[in-house]
């Protein structure tokens, strides 16, 4: 019943932007911590972004300044908004919900992921 819809992914050019979107259903949406990890072959699955239910955010040391992250409680979607994409952003992108609310903390649930090719 629970469902993580992300879309937005593809193919960008070194330098330009990209806007992933999740949209969570069976959930109340208004009550969770959202976020975004990523995780490219062979490295460490990473932080990205998150978003607690309060709209507080916090990134990662590697996007911070580049992404935005934010979300439309009325649509029970949350978003990445990526700019200044470069080579090493190439990823796979898993949307996260986590029932802590206040602070996201790890997810409870997760998308499918959907890729991101920035090309050099």
């Known amino acids: 019943q629970v469902q993580l819809v992300e879309s937005g992914g593809g193919l960008v050019q070194a330098e330009g932007s990209l806007k992933l979107s999740c949209t969570v259903s069976?959930?109340?949406?208004?009550?969770?911590?959202m976020g975004w990890h990523r995780q490219a072959p062979g490295k460490k699955r990473e932080l990205v972004a998150a978003?607690?239910?309060?709209?507080?955010?916090n990134y990662g040391d590697s996007v911070r300044g580049r992404f935005t992250i934010f979300r439309d409680n009325a649509h029970n979607t949350m978003y990445l908004q990526m700019g200044s994409l470069k080579p090493e952003d190439t990823a796979v992108y898993y949307c996260n919900a986590d029932t802590t609310g206040w602070r996201f903390v790890g997810g409870d649930y997760w998308g499918q992921g959907i890729q991101v090719t920035v090309s050099a």
């Open positions: 069976g959930l109340i949406f208004s009550d969770l911590a």
């Open positions: 978003i607690s239910a309060g709209g507080s955010t």
